[in-house]
């Protein structure tokens, strides 16, 4: 009898708990059944199982040869197909799950093109939220209707995101500014989806043992409440202001009005912009993309070997490009700055010493640095190609010196991805954390310089490379014992900065000649 009893509480308990749980969720969703967990986890297990059928249904069974261009196209539809359905679901769960599609879409060294190529319209064209909810949130975290604060607010976002979308808006004293506000059903879904995409990580674990998915899952379970948090993202933006702006006077970072700014809630000053991966705009504007290229660099490098301070999020939407009205050179508009990686001296010394031997092609330094980021010594080798985005081939001949990569490079990426996927997957469940956001930033960046057709230039590599040599000798500065040693280090670094210069003087002239030499037998054909 007790134990008949004890079932039924348990039992009720257990309804009552969903039962519960399911109301509130509906409350803070304003009752769009949409927000239900239950219909969020079914629907993210029905697209997982569809996509696992139509591989098995379409490309397995068949049992082509895996050599065979059939395989291969065949192949290649079905990771189209889905893509498209994984799109759709990040669209239709919105909130966090564009907020991983969107990392998905960077980890172009992991997925086939095919998801990549897909998931990328997220960055620039997620689901946007109408006017009448922007104003509820407004109002809900300001205390005051819209119209009481602002003369008026344009009803088309400038730029929607994952979590949320911007505005641009008028203060009653005429100030333009813009609103950044939060989609109101991403806090109440955000803890559901997290506990979702762990279930269908570890089932997807358990069907694919090779794919270890699970650092995604805590990498967003980390970042996630910083970036929910708009307060933080606003002191985020005038530490890096302060760090930067002075140093740097083509970097825009818009001010935060902080009257007018809650965790939900953002009011900055409006800049205006084209996005960096705009080549039509940037050429309108007659803005050298190589400019562009340069300075993206130079911020980048500082951020991640000089100040450990990172600016996490650098996809074309969170870039704008503008032709300074002051200086008529190209001004970098930083947008976004929820999202920061905070790297240890230790981190930043040691992936300098990293990126250091692979311009020095030191196949003995690599695997040693490797190693002390936490890869396994026999994984070295794909790392390196993990991290600069180049085939072995070009690593041995020096990514500096190894000119743009070509559409036969390309082809043998390709070809190789699939077969080393799962160790791909062991590196990333197993690397220093730190690491994890420098991989996303820098394969974002890649994808920018892609876009302006400046990837692999020579002068990228001289500047990270001086930042590089300088993390290095400062930790050896600082580590030196007694005034003669620390003056010893400092010769050195000098010296070595020097043999630094005079190697990228040289190689840039022996460039400028061939290129030259390229240029006149054109001609003369």
Excluded at 253 to 275: A, F
Aim: charged content about 25%; aromatic content about 8%.
């Amino acid at each position: 009898m007790f134990s008949h009893n004890v079932k039924r509480i348990i039992k009720y308990g257990i309804v009552g708990s969903v039962s519960v749980g399911t109301v509130l969720s509906l409350q803070s969703n304003n009752y769009d059944i949409n927000s239900i967990g239950v219909i969020r986890l079914g629907r993210a297990a029905m697209t997982v199982f569809d996509i696992s059928l139509n591989y098995q249904k379409n490309l397995y069974s068949r049992k082509l040869d895996k050599a065979s261009k059939e395989y291969a196209d065949l192949k290649s539809l079905c990771h189209k197909q889905a893509a498209e359905k994984l799109l759709n679901l990040c669209c239709t769960n919105k909130g966090v799950y564009i907020k991983v599609g969107q990392h998905l879409a960077a980890l172009d060294y992991l997925l086939p093109h095919e998801f990549v190529k897909t998931m990328r319209v997220l960055h620039s064209h997620a689901p946007a939220t109408n006017l009448e909810d922007v104003q509820k949130v407004i109002r809900e975290e300001l205390g005051k209707k819209a119209d009481e604060i602002f003369v008026s607010i344009d009803p088309e976002p400038v730029g929607t995101a994952s979590l949320a979308q911007v505005h641009r808006a008028t203060l009653h004293d005429g100030t333009i500014v813009a609103v950044k506000v939060q989609h109101p059903y991403v806090k109440g879904n955000s803890k559901v989806d997290m506990r979702t995409m762990e279930i269908l990580v570890k089932l997807v674990s358990f069907i694919f043992p090779d794919f270890k998915f699970q650092w995604l899952v805590n990498e967003t379970k980390k970042n996630l409440p910083q970036e929910l948090d708009f307060t933080q993202e606003g002191r985020n933006a005038e530490r890096l202001a302060a760090m930067y702006t002075k140093k740097c006077d083509w970097l825009k970072i818009p001010s935060i009005m902080w009257d007018l700014t809650t965790p939900r809630v953002l009011t900055m000053e409006y800049v205006d912009g084209g996005q960096v991966n705009d080549v039509q705009y940037i050429r309108q504007q007659g803005i050298n993309p190589h400019e562009v290229s340069d300075k993206l660099g130079a911020l980048y490098s500082d951020m991640i070997f000089t100040d450990g301070f990172v600016h996490s999020d650098p996809h074309p939407g969170n870039i704008l490009v503008r032709k300074s009205p002051l200086t008529g050179q190209c001004d970098i508009v930083l947008l976004d700055h929820g999202l920061y990686a905070e790297l240890s001296r230790e981190f930043r010394t040691e992936y300098a010493k990293l990126w250091l031997s692979i311009l020095n092609v030191d196949r003995s330094a690599m695997r040693s640095q490797c190693t002390k980021l936490g890869i396994k010594p026999e994984m070295y080798g794909l790392f390196t190609c993990m991290l600069t985005g180049r085939s072995w081939d070009a690593v041995l001949a020096g990514v500096d010196r190894s000119g743009k990569i070509g559409k036969r490079e390309k082809a043998v990426m390709r070809k190789e991805l699939p077969n080393v996927l799962p160790q791909i997957s062991g590196i990333l469940d197993t690397v220093d954390r730190q690491m994890l956001l420098v991989l996303k930033t820098n394969d974002l960046l890649r994808g920018i310089e892609y876009s302006l057709g400046t990837y692999n230039k020579m002068s990228s590599f001289k500047v990270m490379s001086h930042r590089c040599i300088r993390t290095v000798y400062r930790e050896r500065i600082r580590t030196a014992k007694g005034a003669t040693r620390r003056f010893a280090v400092a010769v050195a670094q000098y010296w070595a900065l020097f043999k630094f210069t005079l190697y990228y003087t040289v190689m840039n002239i022996l460039s400028n000649r061939s290129n030259g030499q390229t240029s006149q037998q054109i001609s003369n054909s």
